[in-house]
């Protein structure tokens, strides 16, 4: 069965504090990983798209990267302004549906 | 503005009274879809539409229903709500299902039925 899998659930960071969020999946094959970042009360925002092994893409302090089994979202020198819940998600191949995991939500104290 | 639109934004209703609530984009994509958000279960798909008047079945799809009769349109049926219907739910678009590209999603319509 296709998973996605996000962790930690929380994270807490002080301001400056860099860390990782990891996204690991379970599909037979992958068309695509995507990142988005959640503010409270919004729909997701779109950060990255991912399509094979060893890609990454960089946008301000976030870094994507990505693996044959998990992804992982970067923060380098966060900001209170970065706290939100990132939301990680995967297309299997052979199918045009979207999976997603439950989301980390990240709080970053100034 | 390029935009994804949902109406109503909340909706108080009782179980059994048939309901819609409407999406639209204005970008001319070709792919939309419909999620719902619970606590600790994250975003599942309902129903996902590839372009005018061909849909498919996410992974929750039990007690919904959707029609794509204009490109732009993308309404979620619920035709005898029930309880466990009640969530948070999220349209989005995407310029097409042949390309991985990035969904933009609504606000959000927060729906309770009790």
């Known amino acids: 069965e296709d998973q996605v899998t996000q962790s930690p659930e929380a994270l807490r960071l002080q301001e400056g504090e860099s860390s990782s969020l990891n996204c690991s999946y379970t599909v037979s094959g992958l068309r695509g990983l995507f990142w988005y970042r959640q503010d409270p009360g919004k729909g997701p925002e779109f950060l990255f798209t991912?399509?094979?092994a060893g890609e990454e893409k960089e946008k301000e302090r976030l870094k994507a990267t990505l693996t044959k089994k998990e992804s992982f979202l970067h923060i380098t020198a966060p900001k209170p302004e970065d706290s939100a819940t990132y939301l990680c998600a995967v297309q299997p191949s052979g199918t045009y549906k979207y999976i997603f995991g439950t989301g980390t939500r990240l709080k970053v104290l100034a | 503005e390029a935009q994804v639109t949902q109406n109503p934004r909340y909706l108080i209703t009782v179980t059994g009274k048939k309901l819609t609530v409407t999406c639209s984009q204005n970008m001319n994509h070709e792919y939309m879809s419909w999620y719902r958000q619970d606590p600790g279960l994250g975003l599942r798909q309902i129903y996902y539409s590839m372009n005018v008047e061909v849909t498919d079945k996410g992974d929750v799809p039990e007690g919904y229903k959707v029609s794509r009769k204009e490109k732009r349109n993308f309404p979620l049926i619920l035709e005898s709500p029930s309880p466990n219907q009640t969530s948070l739910y999220f349209c989005a678009s995407s310029l097409s299902y042949r390309a991985n590209t990035e969904a933009f999603f609504g606000q959000g319509t927060r729906l309770t039925v009790v």
């Open positions: 991912l399509y094979s």
